[in-house]
């Protein structure tokens, strides 16, 4: 699906598109919570990010909460492939870069762990 997502133009396939869309987590991604917000809120009014692979330092940091609790490892076993392709990245990277640019203003602003940051951006050029 990733690799039908624009055509030999880079013009967007709107039936593949569509199809993106239906995705709950694709559709609902990181820019449609944060993108109007960042435009619209002070950068002094963000006190922090909380990141998914970070959660638990992240919480301590900015809540003051030492979370004991080990994180429940999801195990989804399937026998298809779930890498993409190269083109395939390449295309989901470039659907999705509302995405980037909402990481990197967080990042920016002291919000996202350069390292964490380095591991978004490594994935997606990789």
């Keep these: 699906m990733a690799q039908g997502l624009f055509d030999d133009s880079g013009k967007v ?22 993108e109007d917000f960042l435009k619209k809120c002070p950068t002094s009014m963000i006190k922090g990010g909380l990141m998914q692979e970070s959660l638990n330092a992240d919480i301590e940091h900015y809540l003051g909460v030492n979370n004991d609790n080990k994180p429940i490892e999801k195990l989804n076993k399937t026998t298809v492939p779930s890498e993409l392709s190269p083109l395939g990245k390449a295309n ?35």
């Design 13 to 34: 396939n709107p039936d593949v598109a569509a199809d993106f869309e239906t995705i709950h987590h694709l559709r609902e991604r990181i820019s449609f919570y944060l």
């Design 92 to 126: 989901l990277v470039k659907y999705i870069q509302e995405d980037y640019h909402c990481l990197f203003k967080l990042s920016q602003l002291g919000h996202i762990r350069n390292d964490t940051m380095l591991k978004i951006f490594d994935n997606a050029l990789t």
